[in-house]
């Protein structure tokens, strides 16, 4: 069942996504050759308005064809897609006059138009992102990061740091700096720059009734297992926001943290630091979702939802940003070739800008496979079953 519950969280993100370029373009007059959710072969499907609507039997991808966009988003239309008869174009149902192809056409539309529509599938998983923060913010509330009262003696508590402080930011000598509102936002950073904390003070920025406080510290060093920590007690224990503007304020902080982890999952793999377990695809993705709900069971039905939640809030915000990377096939390649034409105020040759784009889907494909091969690997292994312990 949690693997179920998975697929269909997967699957909804998938939809969400795809909605938001349908939405778009459909406001922007385009035809919408077929919406469909699932790859593979078709399950369900039937014309509604003279657009196909699709459910198919692989529970992961989905896509929203346009008419005058190519497979590889381009834009060129080619009659190849549809049946030819006379001054109709017949695709597979959907059916439209030559006449309408310079209105209804993707291609034809302006660069603005397209932009906004290749820009609605990402907006649609921010947009639910944030969504998500909210439910889990009016729920669970937010941690801050607030030192508590400690009776160990260390650099850090010797400074000047005290009880009920708020810790907002931290720098490490190296350069290497982060604002902070959350718990979360704090653990992460310090786990990521363990190396950072050998190369001189600390400097901490706390919130002190009101006002902004700085501090500097040697780092402190755990001697039960040799890792740096801050050297300082954090309470424990979740603030409820007390108004719309908080609940907006701690929701916002929510949607940071998850977009900070891709931006520094990002950067750590251009650094070489990302290891072949670290890689998670959608079959590890899968498995560790179905993993985090069975374990969440055992707490109630509402514990779960939450859990779901915040993994699909993660994995939105992952998605979102993702799909913004300029890489040909993605949106964000197509959005780059979009803005180009917007700065040049001229379009690239549609058949270079259609080379590129084969390319890089044929490039996706195979790094697609090898991200499975390595899913499944790490399954079998027991790598995805260590991040649930």
Not at 72 to 82: E, I, P, R, W
Not at 161 to 168: A, E, F, S, T
Not at 218 to 230: F, I, Q, T, V
Request: a neutral charge; glycine letters at 10%.
């Amino acid at each position: 069942m949690s693997i179920v519950l998975a697929l269909l969280a997967l699957s909804f993100l998938v939809f969400f996504h795809e909605l938001g370029h349908f939405l778009a373009a459909k406001f922007f007059k385009v035809g919408v050759l077929e919406f469909s959710i699932g790859m593979g072969p078709r399950i369900l499907s039937g014309v509604f308005r003279n657009t196909r609507y699709s459910l198919k039997l692989l529970p992961l991808g989905g896509s929203c064809a346009m008419l005058g966009e190519d497979a590889a988003g381009s834009g060129d239309f080619s009659t190849a897609k549809g049946e030819e008869e006379e001054d109709v174009l017949d695709f597979d149902g959907v059916v439209f006059s030559k006449e309408d192809l310079e209105k209804y056409s993707f291609e034809k539309k302006p660069a603005w138009q397209r932009f906004i529509i290749c820009f609605g599938g990402v907006w649609h998983n921010f947009l639910l992102a944030f969504l998500f923060a909210i439910i889990l913010t009016v729920n669970i509330g937010t941690e801050f990061p607030i030192i508590g009262a400690s009776t160990v003696k260390t650099p850090a508590m010797e400074s000047g740091l005290q009880d009920g402080d708020r810790i907002v930011a931290i720098a490490f000598a190296d350069g290497s700096k982060r604002s902070l509102a959350t718990l979360q936002e704090l653990s992460i950073f310090l786990e990521l720059h363990q190396e950072d904390f050998q190369k001189g003070d600390i400097k901490l920025t706390v919130l002190r009734e009101g006002k902004k406080e700085s501090f500097s510290f040697s780092p402190y060093r755990d001697p039960e297992n040799g890792r740096y920590r801050l050297g300082v007690q954090l309470k424990n224990g979740r603030v409820s926001a007390k108004n719309l503007f908080q609940v907006l304020e701690y929701s916002y902080y929510e949607f940071r943290f998850n977009a900070r982890i891709v931006f520094d999952s990002l950067a750590m793999i251009l650094r070489g630091k990302v290891s072949r377990q670290d890689v998670m695809g959608p079959v590890g993705t899968v498995a560790v979702i179905g993993g985090a709900v069975q374990q969440s069971s055992s707490g109630g039905l509402r514990l779960t939802i939450l859990v779901l939640m915040n993994l699909s809030l993660m994995l939105s915000v992952n998605l979102g940003i993702m799909n913004l990377l300029p890489i040909p096939a993605l949106d964000g390649g197509r959005l780059l070739f979009i803005l180009l034409e917007m700065l040049l105020r001229k379009r690239l040759n549609p058949k270079w800008e259609e080379r590129i784009n084969t390319v890089g889907i044929a490039i996706l494909l195979l790094l697609m496979v090898a991200i499975v091969f390595n899913d499944v690997f790490n399954l079998f292994t027991g790598v995805y079953s260590k991040l649930l312990n």
